[in-house]
């Protein structure tokens, strides 16, 4: 027997890794299989206006992804029952790599785009981040400005949540792969099944985009134009159909539309279901909520004292534009309104602390989160408390319970973690494109936290165009690590992830 045990033992890992890639490589499909059935709504629009080649681009994608998908689906069925941790990471990580390269094909197919602009563009989209490398979007075709701007929709809640609350019909258990693309501390579960919960949250974000959409429309948009700013907002992505911003519109009532929303949707949505399912009572309990609030309230405040007291703007007129820029910035929605640029320096470094903090957990927001800088904070005092105390027994809390160990020590690694891949990226930027250290390190910020728009050569009316094909591409891996909070991705590159 003692002959036979080594055998065995060495034959175990290879079926293992087999079956491991298989099941990877199905899930890989069926993600597949529900992204591309997407792209028949910006084909449907290209229809509309007659655009013949962009029908064809869409046409020959959609054809591709489905074809790909289907052929995954049916060679490589096999045992789905517990998928592991690690399958969920790549799952994920190689899933939003692969939707982004098939979102790229309609820019490419329909020659708008190069293969490394479009390859930019369309995971600017997926990630919500909002940076561009066109100059004046409103030249698009209507089919692919329509696809650029849905793009972020679907990115922003999350086409791997989506997909989770489809696997059900594909006998999937998706609960590994919903903890590995929800972004926060922890997976808030609104019903006991992972899928249900991703459903919920699906509901909660389609019946929010449908208010939004109305509100735009009396606005006088017409329904393209509501569509695409609808698109924008409910993602906090921040593409618009125009190289102006959202000032190409000049209504108040529009801008006052989007400051609210976009507050709304850096709102984690299961606080929006508690609110749909009548239990208020949990908003107004949030201390990450009322954080945040607090924190673009006063923000706003500081900014509009600063313009007021340096520029030749009326009070209304600087509270206005600093609203605006504070929601934008904070919610890591990147919409312009005015050139920050030209505002005094102390404006411009609150808009640039706001590109770190991002919105709440379980919204679709970019950036550290706001419930990680409270914890940061509370921690700082406490260890500032234990120096005059140095016996005193005392932990974090939020929301009235005591914060573990783990937890903190979660906080602690993703704050160092974040701030070395900021200061990596913005030196590799500097690096690489020649940009001055201003611009490299608010593009770095600006990719990192889901923001797009940064300072100097990367100001709100400016874009990516002219960076150097590497530049893009280092760009762009920053805008997935972000989008997906460093780990998912980060862990492929450990020897200990393929062991």
Known sequence: MAAFASPRVARRPAPGLFSGVRRVAFLLSALLLVVSLTLVAPLVVAAI????????????????GVAASASGLFLLRTDLSGISRREGFAVVAFGWAAVCLLGSLPYLLAETLGPVNAWFESTSGFTTTGASVIDYPQNLPRGILFWRSMSQWLGGMGFV?????????????????????VPGLEVTRLRPRISSSAGILWLVYLLISVVLLVLLLLGGMDIFEAACGMFAVLSTGGFTISSQGISAYGSAYVEWVHIVFMWICATSFSLHWAIMTGKPGKLLRNSEWRFFTAALVVLSLVVAAILWSTGDTSVVSALHNAVFMVVSTGTT?????????????????????????????????GGIKVVRIQLFVKQALLSTLHTLHPGAVTAPHLAGRPVSQQTMRSVSGFL?????????????????????????????????????AGLEEVGPFDNYASMPAAGKLLLTFLMVVGRLELYTVLILFTPSFWR
């Open 49 to 64: 206006y007659r655009e013949g080649q962009v029908v064809g681009a869409f046409a020959t994608t959609l054809f591709i």
């Open 161 to 181: 949540v989506l997909s989770v609350a489809l696997f059900p019909l594909l006998g999937v258990g998706a609960s590994r792969l919903f903890g590995a693309e």
């Open 333 to 365: 929605t990147g919409l312009a309104l005015v050139d920050y640029e030209l505002w005094a320096p102390g404006a411009q470094f609150v808009l640039l602390l706001l590109m770190f903090m991002g919105g709440c957990a379980g919204s679709t927001a």
């Open 416 to 452: 160092g973690l974040f701030m070395f891949v900021f200061l990596a990226g913005t030196a590799a930027i500097a690096l690489i494109t020649g940009m001055d250290i201003l611009s490299s390190l608010s593009a770095s910020i600006g990719m990192l936290g889901s923001n797009g």
